[in-house]
């Protein structure tokens, strides 16, 4: 079946514009997760979401950072005022559950540059 | 606060030689492990996981240790192929939902 999707693949955008990026989970997959991977870095938790629960905004790195999970299954990660730090590829996972040792599945990532 | 580092950032094996890659975790209370490989362009895929009451599982073709005694982690892979080329992440969880993931490690297969 399809795996999780993410548009755009890459995205490439001035700073101080805003930019969102778009996760499609696995269908019926409760639970889905945004991580940063900088350069040469390993992934960086950002935001966790599992069903109606109140999503988990601990790795978030500032305010400019804020996500969404609309009707349980499509996510948006929406980054405001871009700084050439959050040049990264932004990668989404989903899992099954959520809870202990469910496979998380990842998609291909968006790569966002800033200039 | 946690940290999982990985002992060489590079790797280079002969196709057909074995290969293992290290990890090294620093909080005792994390239960749970997962190897992921990410090629180039694309998000990491699941390879095999490991509880932390066990030691030893195998796939196929790979193999995964741990020692809790020594916080470390180890994945081996047989009979390496250059499809196997790409880097490979340690990630633990120990109670919350999200994982926390090491920096990787490159492996590239010689022919």
């Known amino acids: 079946g399809a795996g999780v999707s993410q548009s755009p693949s890459n995205k490439v955008t001035e700073k101080g514009k805003d930019v969102e990026l778009r996760c499609d989970p696995i269908?019926?997959?409760?639970?889905l997760y945004w991580y940063r991977q900088s350069l040469g870095q390993g992934l960086e938790f950002l935001i966790y979401?599992?069903?109606?629960?109140?999503?988990?905004k601990s790795g978030l790195p500032s305010d400019r950072f804020s996500a969404e999970r609309t009707g349980g299954s499509v996510s948006t990660l929406t980054i405001q005022r871009t700084q050439q730090e959050d040049s990264a590829v932004y990668l989404c996972?989903?899992?099954?559950?959520?809870?202990?040792?469910?496979?998380?599945?990842f998609g291909p990532g968006t790569r966002l540059t800033v200039l | 606060g946690e940290s999982v580092g990985l002992h060489l950032p590079t790797l280079s094996v002969q196709e057909g030689d074995n290969s293992i890659i290290n990890c090294a975790y620093s909080?005792?209370?994390?239960?749970?492990f997962i190897w992921y490989k990410q090629e180039s362009g694309k998000g990491p895929q699941f390879i095999i996981d490991?509880?932390?009451?066990?030691d030893k599982r195998q796939g196929q073709r790979v193999t995964v240790l741990l020692n809790k005694t020594v916080k470390h982690l180890s994945l081996q892979i047989a009979a390496t192929q250059p499809g196997d080329s790409a880097v490979y992440f340690c990630?633990?969880?120990?109670?919350?939902?999200?994982?926390?993931f090491g920096t990787g490690t490159r492996l590239t297969v010689i022919p």
């Open positions: 996972a989903s899992s099954l559950k959520g809870k202990g040792t469910d496979t998380q599945y």
């Open positions: 979401f599992q069903g109606n629960s109140a999503p988990d």
């Open positions: 990630a633990e969880k120990s109670g919350a939902n999200n994982l926390f």
């Open positions: 490991i509880r932390s009451n066990m």
């Open positions: 909080n005792s209370a994390s239960d749970y």
């Open positions: 269908s019926g997959h409760t639970a």
